[in-house]
């Protein structure tokens, strides 16, 4: 079971760092992301980390966000920096499989769990 947490209310240029906890399950041995979802529109990939530690992210959040792995804690982190009120939304972590390569992995398809999402809101 995925749990995120770590959302909460900021203005715009601030920072927010985000976490996805997991039980029962190894984070270190699957692929996982990030995805938000914002008032009336689609679901939409933020950036993932797979095994191999490959990251890619979404062209809107390159530069801005950071993904980061602890296999300790066996928690996934989202450093958000310069948030904009465009990224208020409803953010949800998921995983997959181990092996997806850089180019699958913006796919929400090829994820099958999800957590419980956290809320994010940027004041302007």
């Known amino acids: 079971q995925l749990q995120a947490s770590g959302g909460g209310f900021v203005q715009a240029g601030g920072s927010l760092r985000l976490s996805c906890s997991a039980s029962?399950?190894?984070?270190?041995?699957?692929?996982v992301a990030w995805f938000r979802q914002a008032p009336g529109k689609e679901r939409e990939f933020v950036g993932a980390?797979?095994?191999?530690?490959?990251?890619v992210y979404a062209r809107s959040v390159k530069g801005r966000f950071t993904i980061s792995r602890d296999n300790v804690e066996n928690t996934m982190y989202l450093q958000m920096n310069s948030l904009k009120p465009e990224d208020t939304a409803v953010y949800y972590c998921?995983?997959?499989?181990?092996?997806?390569?850089?180019?699958?992995?913006?796919?929400?398809?090829?994820?099958?769990?999800w957590g419980r999402g956290t809320q994010v809101t940027v004041s302007s």
């Open positions: 029962g399950r190894t984070l270190s041995s699957y692929t």
């Open positions: 980390i797979n095994r191999r530690t490959s990251t």
């Open positions: 998921s995983s997959g499989p181990a092996s997806l390569i850089v180019s699958s992995m913006s796919s929400r398809a090829r994820y099958e769990q």
